[in-house]
């Protein structure tokens, strides 16, 4: 069974850079997307990016600016760096597996995610 | 961006109730849609991918419809841990935006 774990620093002053990272296990990290989201308290959820094995990424055009996910396929991890945060990014994170692609659009949907960490910025 | 709008945004509603919630997309999605379940302090469980296709170990009790522009998600007869905020995804093209959530509340 596939798990997803995911730690970083949970508490960060403004103009830091997030960082969190997830470990996948129990599965195949190859043919998947692994993507990043986040919900601010009480708000609704926000995608964040993907990234796939291979490296290829797709983030969302509101964050681009700041944002980097890597992979890491000799440790079936993924990280995601958000750089120059603001009490905006306050929020909890989650990474999360997507499906592979078929005719390079997902043939089901984001199905298994990570336990979440909850990021505050505070000055 | 592909922008989602579901309604109502909160519901009241009984056990044994048939709800429906609905989601429209800004422009067409062909069945790229999802659904999903989120109860406070947890991740968001994937109900119904592809606009109608059940994933796997959900109750049969959830079904999902519509293509294009307009989806419903429909609860045939609610039971207790119904209860809960239900998200549609769009996963037609990136960014993959969620609509805003709609919390479902016993009456």
């Known amino acids: 069974q596939v798990q997803l774990q995911q730690w970083g620093a949970g508490l960060l002053k403004p103009s830091e850079t997030l960082s969190l990272t997830c470990a996948v296990y129990?599965?195949?990290?190859?043919?998947?997307?692994w993507s990043w989201i986040r919900q601010p308290p009480g708000k609704g959820l926000e995608w964040i990016g993907e990234i796939n094995h291979s490296g290829s990424t797709n983030y969302n055009p509101s964050l681009k600016s700041r944002v980097t996910i890597s992979v890491d396929t000799s440790k079936n991890q993924f990280s995601l760096k958000l750089s120059s945060v603001t009490a905006a990014d306050t929020a909890m994170y989650y990474c999360?597996?997507?499906?592979?692609?078929?005719?390079?659009?997902?043939?089901?949907?984001?199905?298994?995610w990570g336990q979440g960490t909850m990021v505050t910025v505070s000055s | 961006d592909i922008q989602m709008t579901q309604s109502p945004s909160s519901l009241s509603a009984s056990v044994g109730d048939r709800v429906t919630i609905t989601c429209r997309a800004s422009?067409?999605?062909?069945?790229?849609l999802n659904w999903f379940q989120q109860k406070p302090g947890n991740a968001p469980k994937l109900l119904i991918y592809?606009?109608?296709s059940l994933q796997s170990g959900v109750p049969s009790r959830f079904s999902g419809s519509g293509s294009g522009t307009d989806f419903t998600l429909t609860i045939s007869s609610l039971q207790p841990e119904d209860f809960a905020t239900y998200y549609c995804q769009q996963s037609y093209s990136t960014p993959r935006v969620f609509g805003q959530g709609t919390k479902l509340e016993i009456k």
């Open positions: 999360a597996r997507d499906s592979p692609r078929v005719y390079q659009l997902p043939a089901s949907g984001i199905d298994i």
């Open positions: 129990g599965g195949s990290f190859s043919g998947y997307y």
């Open positions: 592809a606009a109608s």
């Open positions: 422009q067409s999605i062909s069945s790229y």
